[in-house]
């Protein structure tokens, strides 16, 4: 793993032998991908990289919340990447497992041993990826690919299998097996592009994300480019200075208001007032310090 304060590569071995700190510049790691629990392991270099993105390296503000969502979709993604190591996964064990429970029932039941064997690994890996396909933790976009690989994976089933069942085996029960698995598996691909589920659960929950921003800050505050400091806290902990205003006439073009102060928060301080000559201010009456200013500010304009 990369130590985010040198750069270089610290070996598991090394890390252990260091008590978690890194082998050339004694920095101490946040996160230990071997040893933690749960499905979320990650590095702390990954770590870094989604707090450069969601605050475009550190050019802007956000909150607890979007930064849950943002670790939680980028965490999905990287455990659901479905690439070529994939197909040559399903591949290998097709094969092991058609050969080697095959030759184990072959003496028993004879040579329908190995397309029988074929048949059930198949009938397992339709059922594993229409799992995923249902999971209310995987996203959007990923039970879409696994919609579109079940389409695929039935065709090259039916192909095959009735390929061999006709060919090699001269059988119409396997012929009728195959057929009936691939058209199952298509059909359930075709039904989920159709019908896509769209209910989502996170895949690590917010105290999580708040034992593990806490944990970072407090190895990472003096590193350069690794702080929080674009990390929004409360609203009621801030504190504005007096509107001081040259002209008693001065206005808005336009306003919003929110409906929470969090979000109100999240757009004054990312200068979206400033750069859109645009009040921002929350229905409850955020920020408290300027907010009866500002509406006295908002009445001198009848055009708002």
Same mark, same amino acid.
């Given at each position: ?73 980028? $965490? ?22 058609? /050969? ?22 198949? /009938? ?20 879409? &690919?696994?919609?579109?690989? $079940? ?125 859109? &000559? ?19 500010? /908002?009445?001198?304009?009848?055009? /708002?």
């Amino acid at each position: 793993m990369k130590c985010i304060n040198c750069g270089r590569d610290s070996k598991l071995k090394d890390r252990t032998a260091n008590n978690g700190c890194c082998y050339y510049c004694g920095h101490q790691f946040a996160f230990e991908p071997t040893t933690m629990k749960g499905k979320a392991k990650f590095t702390d270099p990954f770590f870094a990289k989604v707090i450069s993105d969601i605050s475009a390296d550190n050019t802007l503000f956000f909150t607890i919340k979007q930064f849950h969502y943002f670790l939680d979709k980028r $965490l999905k993604r990287k455990s659901s990447n479905l690439g070529c190591g994939s197909v040559f996964t399903v591949i290998f064990f097709n094969i092991w497992f058609t /050969l080697f429970v095959g030759s184990f029932l072959a003496t028993a039941i004879g040579y329908i041993a190995f397309p029988l064997a074929s048949w059930t690994i198949n /009938l397992l890996f339709i059922i594993g990826i229409y799992k995923q396909i249902i999971s209310e933790e995987n996203t959007y976009q990923s039970r879409k &690919n696994y919609s579109i690989m $079940l389409i695929l994976y039935g065709i090259s089933v039916l192909v095959i299998g009735i390929f061999f069942s006709i060919n090699l085996l001269n059988s119409f029960l396997f012929f009728s097996l195959f057929t009936l698995l691939g058209m199952g598996s298509i059909y359930l691909g075709i039904i989920n592009q159709i019908n896509r589920p769209m209910s989502q659960i996170f895949a690590v929950s917010q105290s999580q994300v708040y034992q593990w921003l806490n944990r970072w800050q407090q190895i990472n505050r003096s590193t350069i480019n690794c702080s929080l400091s674009y990390l929004l806290s409360s609203p009621n902990t801030e504190r504005f200075n007096p509107v001081n205003l040259e002209n008693n006439y001065y206005s808005f073009d336009r306003a919003i208001i929110c409906d929470k102060p969090k979000i109100a928060q999240f757009l004054i301080r990312n200068n979206f007032h400033f750069e859109n &000559n645009c009040a921002v201010l929350s229905i409850d009456g955020y920020p408290q310090s300027i907010f009866n200013t500002v509406m006295e500010m /908002l009445q001198r304009n009848p055009d /708002l």
